[in-house]
């Protein structure tokens, strides 16, 4: 599967950006769990958002819970983050990954990345 990230840019805080993650075909992404990670300089990668295949569950990192909304359109193979109230802190490369097993949610268990889309906060 081939996941293609957009949606980053240049955005002052307090501000919104909603990025997106599009799979190369249905079969490869609609009965999969999906996920979003993000990696600031210096830093691991972090795992901050999930989203079951149906959208029915999802999981959010303490750090952006309440701010961060995951959704997800099986039709268009598309797994969305909206992400509001930005702070500097949430500046890094924000990555989409398709996510395995019953314990999605987890983030542990991977099997495919998208390339990554910069998002930088400005103060």
């Known amino acids: 599967v081939q996941l293609q990230a957009s949606g980053g840019g240049l955005v002052q805080a307090g501000g919104s950006l909603r990025l997106s993650c599009t799979g190369s075909?249905?079969?490869?992404?609609?009965?999969?769990?999906m996920g979003w990670y993000r990696q600031a300089p210096g830093k691991e990668r972090d795992f901050i958002a999930a989203i079951k295949w149906s959208g029915e569950d999802t999981y959010y990192a303490d750090s952006v819970k309440g701010r961060f909304t995951i959704s997800r359109d099986n039709a268009k193979n598309t797994v969305y983050l909206q992400m509001n109230s930005l702070n500097p802190e949430d500046t890094a490369i924000y990555y989409c990954a398709r996510l395995r097993g019953q314990d999605w949610y987890l983030g542990y268990n991977t099997d495919a990345w998208g390339q990554g889309t910069q998002v930088t906060v400005s103060s």
């Open positions: 075909s249905t079969r490869t992404f609609g009965s999969f769990a």
